[in-house]
């Protein structure tokens, strides 16, 4: 089996209008290897969450996501279904004190964890969610549980077997499916960190207000940009150095992180996706996010009819970036991924697209459009169409895109000794929620011999 990886990079510089005017792009010569007999072939990309991921926990967020990648991995090697490795590499996330899903989720007002997570199977189409949970360890299990139980058809009396539950009743069906609850005391460090949350945004609250109100009365002041957020951060309308303020200590703070996902492909060229979340920082109880809701958080789509290639797509986003995730996918379906089989051109194309999102019309009346991306492609094709006796190969594209100061990702072949881990950063002087940063990669995998 042979595999090649190739990686691009597009840095998208911003500007005044927030439109792109400058895109550096770097391709990394491929790499080839040689495949053992008899192993499985396999792919997988993750995220730990688009946001800010600060330097000195870079080796913390790393490692969650090489787990990950492994466990995923070890999956597809073991024979298992597209479905069941991308769950696995989320329960790996989700049990990670860093990530905001699973253990380290944020919790609402009432200073509980009520988790939304959901799973789609590219083969079947079919599709798992869960809102609102809580009580459970690893939401995205409970997910693919709903997956499974609904392919294998009705219920008695001709009942439809759900495929998205909330709150208490997902909870119930969690347990009565032989999926353990939570040990008691769960949720106290994320309890004792999301009060400090709390501190934090009612003095940033307060100092936005005065800052408000000096800018009222000094038109003369500068506006300078958050780097996480897109907002107001800092005033520079000739008062002390003492009236600036510091919106976040993010170097000690991993708070503005949010939903992690993964992308699957196995050796049938099945692909899955899923997400899990936590959901926002001091919800209303019992507020489900998109993260669960069809065609918002996931989407995995097998090669068929419509398109030659089968896509697994898994979001991330703070504030509104789902809001525009289904024109996103409109534009990744019907223009980026029915390009030659190109990962620069699919690169290229999806900045555009990214970017007249940006300035959509709904999103007028927000100050910052932030969230992320990972979407993975592949089709059967051989590495050279004029030998019409070699087998063909499986190729897979993927890539990683945000809007957000940074998104820490991972990725695995199943012919990979280890995984390859990056956090992916908006190059100098770009504003978070106005400059798009872009990497891909592409890697042939060859169906081993038996």
Wanted: contains cysteine; proline residues 4%; charged residues 20%.
């Amino acid at each position: 089996m042979i595999m090649e990886k190739g990686i691009s990079s597009v840095e998208v510089l911003p500007s005044k209008s927030s439109q792109v005017t400058a895109v550096k792009v770097v391709v990394k010569e491929p790499e080839t290897k040689q495949t053992q007999r008899g192993k499985r072939v396999g792919f997988v990309l993750v995220h730990a969450g688009a946001g800010y991921h600060s330097e000195s926990k870079a080796k913390e967020y790393k490692h969650v996501c090489k787990r990950a990648c492994q466990k995923a991995i070890e999956k597809l090697q073991a024979g298992a279904l597209a479905t069941d490795a991308v769950t696995a590499a989320l329960i790996e996330l989700e049990d990670s004190p860093f990530t905001n899903a699973g253990m380290g989720s944020n919790l609402n007002l009432l200073g509980e964890i009520e988790c939304d997570a959901s799973i789609m199977d590219g083969k079947s189409l079919n599709f798992g969610a869960v809102g609102a949970l809580s009580g459970i360890k690893n939401p995205v299990s409970v997910a693919n549980r709903l997956l499974c139980e609904g392919q294998k058809g009705k219920l008695s009396a001709g009942r439809i077997p759900p495929c998205f539950l909330v709150g208490e009743g997902a909870f119930r069906w969690a347990v009565d499916h032989g999926i353990p609850a939570c040990p008691p005391g769960f949720s106290l460090a994320a309890f004792k960190r999301n009060k400090r949350k709390l501190e934090l945004a009612e003095k940033v609250e307060t100092d936005l207000i005065q800052l408000k109100k000096r800018r009222q009365s000094n038109e003369k002041g500068s506006r300078v940009m958050c780097r996480t957020c897109g907002r107001p951060s800092k005033a520079n309308d000739g008062s002390r150095g003492g009236d600036q303020i510091e919106l976040y200590s993010l170097e000690n703070d991993s708070g503005t992180l949010d939903t992690v996902g993964a992308v699957v492909v196995d050796q049938e060229g099945n692909v899955a996706a899923a997400v899990s979340s936590g959901g926002l920082a001091l919800k209303h109880p019992g507020r489900v996010g998109q993260a669960a809701l069809y065609g918002c958080g996931c989407w995995a789509e097998n090669t068929g009819a419509r398109t030659p290639y089968s896509t697994a797509v898994s979001t991330s986003g703070i504030c509104c970036f789902y809001k525009y995730f289904n024109m996103l996918l409109k534009y990744f379906l019907a223009v980026c991924l029915q390009k030659p089989n190109k990962i620069l051109i699919l690169i290229v194309n999806y900045n555009i697209n990214v970017n007249s999102i940006i300035r959509s019309p709904f999103l007028a009346n927000e100050d910052g459009v932030l969230g992320g991306v990972i979407v993975l492609r592949s089709c059967r094709c051989s590495a050279e169409p004029e030998l019409s006796q070699e087998k063909p190969t499986l190729l897979v594209e993927f890539l990683w895109s945000h809007t957000t100061e940074s998104m820490c990702v991972g990725y695995m072949s199943a012919q990979d000794g280890k995984a390859k881990t990056h956090i992916s950063r908006l190059p100098p002087g770009a504003v978070a929620g106005q400059s798009v940063a872009i990497e891909g990669g592409v890697c042939r995998l060859e169906s081993p011999e038996s």
